[in-house]
């Protein structure tokens, strides 16, 4: 992260007596804006939890378990790039300290599996795929490691910084070093099994980690930190704010100031917009039916890229090392449309003119030349221009993409777009922010033959590289997933019968993007939900999904009694227990119980996993022994 100025692309010489502006405000390094430019790249989880069906693993796995039947990493990253991924980071180390390369710092690794009789290297292979695809690569090696036995001890942390050091020099040019922001709590800790609470920031240090990344890879971006070249975008769902401005204050990461930004702000600490294609982020069977549809991930990208944030979307593979065939497909059609989208800017062709204009370099006809390094400017005092479009004839879109050329900052504050139809002007659009890429969608197509673009805000002249337009290509529908666990009740006939407050639908619409809250639970006021199966089943367990959307005031539930009955009159006490770690991990939690004949299912809670004043959750389901 950089302040004003520090820009290290090359700006416009003079031409005709006319200067390029002054950067205004904050400015991206070098490997920022090779990180703006790479737009949309995949998340690989892919470890020992995949092998234990957990989310977070407790550190006392036995290698052993790690075992896949027909790893390829070729398939995986094939799989990434139909979707039109750039890039690939891969989890080389998650919370449970397993290792996918073959280390020598820890026997917790690869080297102690039956994956090719412990000489295989995940890490390595995925890299070499990765580059065959011409796809750039990554690493996540997560801070807290519940497996080793001095974590929250200063050895610990020399035993990080090398692992740091092997990942940066073994595996060739990374572009992307990501730290999770999960660290101290319960775990095996060399068998210690306790709680271990750290204050992350003096622990770490993590200016000398993220500097002792560059010093290997300097033009690796890291991720989230005070002090990194990147940030969380505040939620898991993918959906960046609306403004979502790439500055933010000099102190560490506030949630609510990462969402959307902080306009003017001194440090350019642009948003990474994450999310998985299904609800957790390591493989579970019981998922399979829970994968996002290709015009969802549209509205992903819609809600990331299009603000001008870059879409890290995670892709898990199955117990055998190859992502499942459903959401191979879906991916596919996912990327098909979008290439066929952005195949053809329908703005060339027209002619630009603008308001104004500070000298032939910097004329209005450069938001149309596709060359990202020059733009349209005016002089300094015209800060509020305006600029049009005269189309040619018969150009439908509904997409318009406009660019700032970032080495001289965000300079836009709000904008407006206008559309002429049948001699008429219409505003369409009105938003905050542009920065690296604003892409407004139009809620139908238009035929238009002018477009005109207003600075309606700004602290200095506008920089605008690009503005183009596109008409979306839908994607290809792609069938049901079929479940391939077949534990998994389906929910075809189920239907709420009771619950504590409404919109208890959403608990069973099999999308963990809705969710049902209700007021937070007590003893003496527990929350309740009832659910008609539909039928008589055999009924040996049932699951709940926390919603990973980051609301102020709500958690999760702390625990669950759970009951059946036959008939809906006579109940059978089933299960009651705690949710493990369900307040930090928002896992999928999976309760089995002695398997009994029932057609209803009744949870209670009594408490939030952690204080909060409403209590979410996104869904439930059962399954059979």
Known sequence: MLAAGAATTALPALAQGNAAPRPWGATPSKRQLAWHMREQYAFIHFSINTFTDREWGYGDESPKLFNPTAFDADQIVGAAKAGGMRGIILTAKHHDGFCLWPTMLTEHCIRNSPYKNGKGDIVGEMEKATRRAGLAFGLYLSPWDRNHAEYGRPAYIDYYRKQVVELCTRYGELFEFWFDGANGGDGYYGGARETRKIDAPKYYNWPSIVALVHQHQPMACTFDPLGSDIRWVGNEDGIAGDPCWPTMPNHPYVQSEGNSGVRGAPLWWPAETNTSIRPGWFYHADEDA?????????????????????????????????????????????????????????????????????????AASRVLDGNRDTYWSTPDRDTTPSLTLDLPPGRAFDLIRIREFLPLGVRVTRFALDLEEGGQWKTVAEHECIGAQRIVRLPRVSSARRLRLRILDAPACPAISEIALFRQVQPVAVAAPKVSDPTIIPRQGWSIVTASGPGAEALIDGDAQTRWTVPSPTSARPASVTIDLGREVSLAGFSLTPSRTIAKDTAPPRGYVAETSADGKAWTPAATGEFGNIAYALATQRVPFTARRARFLRVRFDAPAIPAGQMTVADIGAFTG
């Open 290 to 362: 829970k994968v996002k549809s290709p015009e969802r991930l549209v509205r992903y990208f819609d809600e990331s890229v299009a603000r001008g944030t870059n879409m890290h979307l995670n892709i898990p593979p199955d117990r055998r090392g190859r992502v499942a065939d459903h959401d191979v497909a879906v991916l596919k059609s996912f990327g098909d449309a979008q290439a066929a989208t952005f195949a053809r800017d329908l703005a060339q062709g027209a002619v630009a003119r603008a308001s104004a204009e500070r000298g032939k370099a910097f």
